[in-house]
T-cell receptor
Framework: DAGITQSPRYKITETGRQVTLMCHQT?????MFWYRQDLGHGLRLIYY???????DKGEVPDGYVVSRSKTENFPLTLESATRSQTSVYFC???????????FGSGTRLTVV | RKEVEQDPGPFNVPEGATVAFNCTYS??????FFWYRQDCRKEPKLLMS???SGNEDGRFTAQLNRASQYISLLIRDSKLSDSATYLC????????????FGSGTRLQVQP
């Protein structure tokens, strides 16, 4: 089915481990985004991408790496997970921000 | 001043009530605005887009006041199923092509 999917839905990892969260969309949307959501902070932009091979930092990029070799995929990697990265991560995509975003169902990440 | 500010609530209202949320934004150049609905830490879902003075969709009305830089969302005849957090969203005031989300207003409709 067409849409935007994230995997895994839930992940528990240990401090210091590398973790990759996957995001895949089937609409060929140019723009893709990664947000994290924490109580008291709302949704905060981590990284975004305007097209394949074009990425840029958002509001809270430290400790994260992204890549976008194909339009449909936008993985987010935590290079060395820390407890402060325990959060719910949402991926989103759009053809243009003036049309709003469509979000994936999220990944709940716990770093122990 | 935060880019997008909302009253966090919660707003507790009885079924059938009319409730309104306000949101203020700092980017005076913004041309489009959105209200998203989010249930219990699930993904936010687009509720309404606002491109001019306002928009209406059934029981929901969004109004825009550019002079005062605020957006409102009015819900008439509240249903139990309207219980959720409502997020006010505006384009960022930067070179990034991204949206800025308010922290949300929580609505609890009671029987």
């Amino acid at each position: 089915d067409a849409g935007i999917t994230q995997s895994p839905r839930y992940k528990i990892t240990e401090t210091g481990r590398q973790v990759t969260l996957m995001c895949h969309q089937t609409w060929s949307h140019s723009y893709m985004f990664w947000y994290r959501q924490d109580l008291g902070h709302g949704l905060r932009l981590i990284y975004y991408s305007a097209a394949a091979d074009i990425t840029d930092k958002g509001e809270v990029p430290d400790g994260y790496v992204v890549s976008r070799s194909k339009t449909e995929n936008f993985p987010l990697t935590l290079e060395s997970a820390t407890r402060s990265q325990t959060s719910v991560y949402f991926c989103a995509s759009t053809t243009d921000r003036y049309y709003g975003y469509t979000f994936g169902s999220g990944t709940r990440l716990t770093v122990v | 001043r935060k880019e997008v500010e909302q009253d966090p609530g919660p707003f507790n209202v009885p079924e059938g009530a009319t409730v309104a949320f306000n949101c203020t934004y700092s980017n005076s150049a913004s041309q489009s605005f959105f209200w998203y609905r989010q249930d219990c830490r699930k993904e936010p879902k687009l509720l309404m887009s606002v491109y001019s003075s306002g928009n209406e969709d059934g029981r929901f009305t969004a109004q825009l006041n550019r002079a005062s830089q605020y957006i409102s969302l009015l819900i008439r005849d509240s249903k139990l199923s309207d219980s959720a957090t409502y997020l006010c969203v505006v384009p960022e005031d930067t070179g990034r092509r991204a949206l800025t989300f308010g922290s949300g207003t929580r609505l609890q409709v009671q029987p």
